[in-house]
């Protein structure tokens, strides 16, 4: 350790030294302040982990049960800390199962450096032991993506790794390097940061003129409504939003990836937008008559059918990628650059106002919802538990503290409606790719990034069953994470589908679970399993206030479906109550 | 409406890069009709010329997507009448034949077809011009017993571009200025804002 510390210090007199490309990464890391790594060794990968033996105590390496893990742990730690998620797994296999993760983060936006050992450069091309074409595998899932061959390219590399993937719209970085250059010594002259890559601009120049034009529709506005995504989290903006909806009393309703950019209770908070969506929000997109949406990319669950969406109103679109300027929506104004820049610069030109008569219209189907939908899932006749009333409790003991991470289905939509949230960047969940098995791993991450804050995973019975190995994980490293699943005996949301529109003919969505309480105690983590509502509360408590990583089962309703629902292919304002 | 658009991209010279790009097509399951790399008249930047048969509003949203991409430095797209293109053939064809039939020596004087090799056995031509200039000469040679064809991807000049030199200029300070920010797409306004 000593010769460690030594060795950092002399790098900083920046006196030429000669270390192996494998010292070279972990010194990289040490520069960009990097102190949590997930990963899972290999044969290609050895040379660092062999120089990692002596980091000990500067980096926090958590090994994981599945690269898939690791770079579910790496998103998780990334939404919740703000910054960079690094991952190392070895090759071919190990590189392969990073992959989906690798999708994940480049839909959702989360910068993440993914770095993966190659076989020997003498080997490429050759059909190897563990050799795959990485680079290949992963070009359509990476913002950049470089081999390394030699070790005097590591440092430069690396340090444009974390500048790409964290600058801009963030994005995952894999760096792939051959066994031989994490072997090679070399003469390392130090560390410099990438501040500017000259083919790359992860920021547009704002446009004086489209900020006026805005302005100008905003203030000649009767029905303004603004929708707002994750990019008002990634740009750190939170306080510029705020600052610009309530200047011009605008109502607000957030993609799911937005949610906690603003607190649930916020007054011009009207809710979620898209498929599950709240009712107002998504049938007023068609009434209002400027529509601005700040950092969301308009997907297709939030859109529903395009060619009849919000065809009524003038379009806003802040954005800092120009490429989703029209992507999907034609933009009256676009204002590109980052929001934590043009929202101050629009607040400062838009006039005070109050739309009270629209922002009742809002809550006049607020009430209807609460009336047709949420009175029911949350107070329900029937003697089995609904998801709602699970996450309505857990609200009660979190008080919207708690940072939710949740997998994909029923589960996951149930919480985005009902879970509440006063800070930002609490809500962490697969978004865009919507990646079963996302939960666990992403929990443990989360955790890591928010080390002070109670983490709690809402997972179905079918995700929880696709990555539960990282229980390991916890086991062994005790990230204190609360597992919650919501079990139905079902696929759940599949099976909502097959209901709804496969005329209930029930294709293989009756999934069978193990015991979960027994599993989680073989891994040496404290669980319950409850059936009955009036256990609920008291089990949520002990859940929340047990020291460690707990897991409590919940028995709810077998075929309880998500409403309101916008049907695939139909409009926003075609949204179903039932 | 779909028509032919040249798609001219200056990146950086960069392994995978051709690929990150095809991608950007063959996601869309559009096909490209063809393509071309080649150095730029700037050194270190190199050049894709890239033709596909599109709409407009698509070909604008793949540029957008190209110029994304990091080692990118920026996309433009014509239609055939910006630009001045120009494609090379080649053609494998008996030497007894061109040197007995007078017909076909002056066929091929009426395409502008040089002689590149002459042998015996076979002699090449090549003709560079647009695709059905090259596309005729083989309807007119092949019942002479054309052997061999082959025709290269398009190479195209912008008409009234100034060229790189002072847009990459602009890419290496570390505050681009307007000129290398602003985008193609968007050029109906041009100022800039500063706070
Ligand atoms: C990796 C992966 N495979 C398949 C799907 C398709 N899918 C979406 S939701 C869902 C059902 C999820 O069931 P469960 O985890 O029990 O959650 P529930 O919907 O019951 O809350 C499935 C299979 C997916 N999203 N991800």
Redesign the pocket.
Same mark, same amino acid.
């Given at each position: 350790m000593e010769t460690l510390e030594l060795e950092m210090k002399k790098t900083a007199e920046n006196k030429v030294e000669n270390i192996s490309g494998s010292e070279a990464v972990l010194k990289a890391l040490i520069e960009e302040s990097v102190t949590t790594v997930f990963g899972y060794p290999g044969g290609a990968i050895m040379p660092i982990y062999d120089a990692l033996f002596d980091y000990d105590g500067h980096l926090n390496h958590i090994l994981v049960r599945h690269e898939q893990g690791a770079i579910h742990a790496a998103q998780g730690y990334a939404r919740t800390s703000g910054d960079v998620g690094v991952v190392f797994a070895t090759s071919g296999p190990g590189a392969t199962n990073l992959v /989906?993760g690798l999708a994940d983060a480049q839909i959702d936006s989360t910068p993440v450096v993914a770095i993966t050992g190659q076989v020997f450069a003498h080997l490429l091309g050759t059909d190897a032991f563990q050799e795959t074409d990485v680079i290949n595998i992963t070009t359509p899932v990476t913002k950049w993506n470089y081999q390394v061959t030699d070790a005097t390219e590591i440092p430069a590399v690396l340090a444009k790794a974390f500048y790409i993937a964290k600058s801009g719209r963030p994005g995952p970085v894999l760096i792939d390097i051959t066994k031989n250059a994490q072997l090679q010594k070399f003469d390392y002259k130090g560390y410099e940061k990438c501040t500017h890559i000259r083919s790359y601009r992860p920021k547009p120049i704002i446009r004086k003129t489209f900020v006026e034009e805005a302005a100008k529709l905003i203030n000649e506005a009767k029905k303004p409504f603004v929708i707002f995504g994750q990019g008002v989290i990634l740009g750190r903006a939170e306080q510029e939003f705020k600052a610009f909806i309530e200047k011009g009393g605008l109502p607000a309703a957030w993609t799911v990836l937005g949610l906690s950019a603003l607190e649930t209770d916020h007054p011009l908070n009207v809710g979620m937008l898209g498929m599950h969506g709240n009712y107002g929000p998504n049938v007023l997109t068609n009434e209002c008559d400027v529509l601005i949406a700040v950092g969301m990319r308009f997907d297709d669950r939030v859109t529903g059918r395009l060619d009849k969406y919000a065809k009524q109103a003038k379009v806003i679109h802040l954005d800092i990628d120009p490429a989703e300027i029209d992507k999907n929506v034609k933009t009256t104004v676009p204002v590109w650059g980052d929001c934590k820049e043009t929202l101050p610069m629009l607040t400062a030109l838009i006039e005070e106002k109050q739309h009270t008569d629209w922002l009742k219209r809002f809550n006049q189907y607020t009430k209807e919802e609460v009336e047709l939908v949420i009175n029911k899932e949350m107070h329900p006749d029937a003697a089995e538990m609904t &998801?709602a009333e699970v996450i309505d409790s857990l609200n009660e003991l979190t008080r919207g503290e708690a940072v939710i991470v949740t !997998? @994909? $289905?029923?589960? %996951?939509m149930i919480a985005c409606r009902y879970a509440k949230f006063v800070r930002s960047k609490s809500n962490v969940t697969s978004g865009g790719l $919507? /990646? &079963? $098995?996302f939960a666990l791993p992403a929990a443990i991450g989360a955790k890591y990034g928010a080390p002070d804050r109670t983490v709690v995973a809402i #997972?179905? !019975?079918?995700?929880?069953q &696709?990555t539960l190995q990282e229980l390991g994980t916890i086991m062994q490293f005790g990230a204190e994470v609360k597992m919650l699943i919501?079990n139905?005996n079902?696929?759940? &949301? @599949?099976? %909502?589908w097959q209901e709804l529109f496969h005329s209930r003919r029930y294709s293989f @969505?009756d #999934?069978q679970s193990p015991d979960f309480v027994t599993i989680a105690k073989g891994y040496g983590i404290t669980g319950r399993s409850v059936n009955a509502r009036k256990e609920l509360k008291a089990a949520l408590k002990e859940m929340l206030d047990h020291k460690g990583s707990y897991l409590l089962e919940v028995m709810v309703g077998k075929e309880n479906n998500v409403f309101p629902m916008v049907p695939q292919g139909c409009s926003v304002s075609e949204i179903r109550l039932k | 409406m779909k028509q032919e658009y040249t798609i001219t991209v200056y990146t950086e010279n960069q392994v995978g890069l051709l690929n990150r790009i095809a991608i950007i097509f063959t996601r869309r399951k559009i096909n490209i009709d063809s393509l071309n790399t080649s150095p730029s008249e700037v050194e270190s930047v190199h050049r894709f010329t890239i033709v596909i048969n599109e709409t407009e509003e698509v070909v604008r949203k793949l540029c957008r997507q190209i110029e994304k991409q990091v080692e990118v430095l920026k996309a433009y797209y014509n239609t055939n009448e910006e630009i001045v293109w120009q494609e090379l053939a080649l053609y494998k064809v008996p030497t007894e034949i061109i040197a007995e039939e007078v017909k076909v020596e002056r066929l091929l004087r009426e395409h502008g077809a040089k002689a590149v090799v002459i042998r015996k056995d076979y002699t090449v031509f090549e003709v560079a011009g647009h695709r059905e200039e090259t596309d005729n000469l083989i309807k007119v040679l092949e019942p002479y017993g054309l052997i061999e064809f082959v025709r290269s991807a398009r190479v195209a000049i912008i008409k009234d571009s100034a060229g790189f030199h002072l847009k990459l200029k602009e890419f290496e300070a570390a505050d681009p200025g307007e000129d290398a920010a602003e985008n193609e797409f968007l050029n109906r306004q041009e100022e800039v804002f500063t706070m």
């Open positions: /989906t &998801m !997998d @994909v $289905g029923q589960h %996951q $919507g /990646t &079963m $098995g #997972i179905g !019975d079918g995700g929880f &696709m919501l139905n079902f696929l759940g &949301m @599949v099976r %909502q @969505v #999934i | -």
